[in-house]
């Protein structure tokens, strides 16, 4: 069992910038950021492979945010710039423990997920 652990949420002005940091116990292969405002679907916001050679990016957030990841480390960024109202939301980290090098983008791809971190973007 893999635990996962988001850190650097937090309250922002519009157009600022945060970094979102999960770390994992152990290893694992296909990562993901989601998020969920209240009364909201969880949504994928961007998903890596396990070498970094496939990203994906949700619509909504091409051209400001920014997901990497550092094996070595366990441990999977977002830079989220030019943040919006509307990017207010809990982000979660998602981990997949199975080996493949695609990129998954469907929440029944993953196994683990961590407990969440608030992001609040004010006016």
């Known amino acids: ?15 600022g910038s945060l970094r979102l940091v999960c770390a994992a116990s152990g290893r694992t292969y296909a990562m993901g950021w989601f998020r ?3 009364g909201k679907e969880r949504d994928l916001v961007a ?8 990203t994906y990016y949700a619509d909504f957030v091409k051209g400001r945010f920014t997901i990497s990841r550092d094996n070595r480390m366990n441990t999977l960024y977002l830079q989220m ?3 919006k109202l509307e990017d207010t ?10 080996l493949t090098t695609v990129v998954h983008t469907a929440l029944s791809d993953y196994d683990f997920w961590g407990q969440g971190t608030q992001v609040t973007v004010a006016s």
């Open 1 to 15: 069992q893999v635990q996962l652990a988001e850190s650097g949420g937090g309250l922002v002005q519009a157009g």
């Open 36 to 38: 969920q405002a209240p």
């Open 47 to 54: 998903a890596i492979s396990w070498g970094s050679s496939s």
């Open 81 to 83: 710039n030019s943040l």
């Open 89 to 98: 939301a809990v982000y979660y980290c998602a981990a997949d423990k199975t």
